[in-house]
């Protein structure tokens, strides 16, 4: 019903910057947040940045100053501008979209299928 596309990972040296991009699209009447989430190997899934529809940003505090989301209601998007990226951010990245599919149904969450972001020192 709802799919969330992700793009934009890749290998990239210490110091460096990588955009990410979600495009969400199928059966939505409206979405609340929109954030990246990312899981390391040997770790929790953890909330990197995430936007609400009015704008409000929640940033990690490891990537606070480096980090930028940004959102296109219209378009059902968000993007992640990682700046100054270290060896520690390397994770998988998860676009996640907390919608509702119709005026009656209840706000649920979805995932992309996650895009792979290295970072090398």
């Known amino acids: 019903q709802v799919q969330l596309v992700e793009s934009g990972g890749g290998l990239v040296q210490a110091g460096g910057s990588l955009r990410l991009s979600c495009a969400a699209s199928?059966?939505?009447?409206?979405?609340?947040?929109m954030g990246w989430y990312r899981q390391a190997p040997g770790k929790q899934r953890e909330l990197v940045a995430d936007i609400t529809s009015g704008g409000r940003t929640t940033y990690a505090d490891s990537v606070k100053g480096r980090f930028t989301a940004s959102r296109d209601n219209a378009k059902n998007t968000v993007t992640l501008q990682m700046n100054s990226l270290k060896p520690e951010d390397t994770a998988v990245y998860y676009c996640?979209?907390?919608?509702?599919?119709?005026?009656?149904?209840?706000?649920?969450?979805?995932w992309g299928q996650g895009t792979q972001v290295t970072v090398s020192s």
């Open positions: 996640n979209a907390d919608l509702r599919n119709n005026f009656y149904d209840d706000w649920n969450d979805y």
């Open positions: 199928g059966r939505i009447f409206s979405i609340r947040t």
